[in-house]
């Protein structure tokens, strides 16, 4: 009786194993296959991380491209105030109050109703 169940255990085994080598290409490609998913979708420098990255090009890009703006006026602001006295009166003008002798200053503020309709738009 055990004899007849290791036959029946040992042909099965080769059975199997006969089927096995047969398509072990197809089985290892399938494994290949499956392994190269696993990478592309959750491995390193996955599909997902470059999403993540693709996002974060584009933020620091559009911060770029304002602190570039930014840099442009300031350039300009600073060659206006080397370049000549106008721009210095300007400045001293608008922010520091100032007054030429002999001129006369006049402050006009707006009226209630254009504060009004401003608030209505």
Do not use: C
Not at 29 to 34: E, P, Q, R
């Amino acid at each position: 009786m055990i004899y007849s169940y290791l036959i029946l255990t040992t042909l099965m085994i080769q059975n199997m194993l006969s089927t096995l080598s047969k398509n072990w290409v197809s089985l290892a490609l399938i494994l290949l296959l499956l392994l190269l998913q696993y990478r592309f979708f959750l491995g390193k420098n996955s599909i997902i991380d470059y999403f993540e990255n693709k996002h974060e090009i584009e933020k620091v890009t559009s911060s770029n491209n304002e602190l570039n703006i930014r840099n442009e006026i300031l350039k300009a602001s600073i060659k206006d105030l080397k370049g000549g006295v106008d721009a210095a009166e300007e400045v001293a003008r608008n922010e520091l109050g100032y007054i030429k002798p002999n001129e006369t200053f006049f402050r006009l503020l707006p009226s209630e109703h254009s504060k009004h309709s401003k608030q209505d738009h």
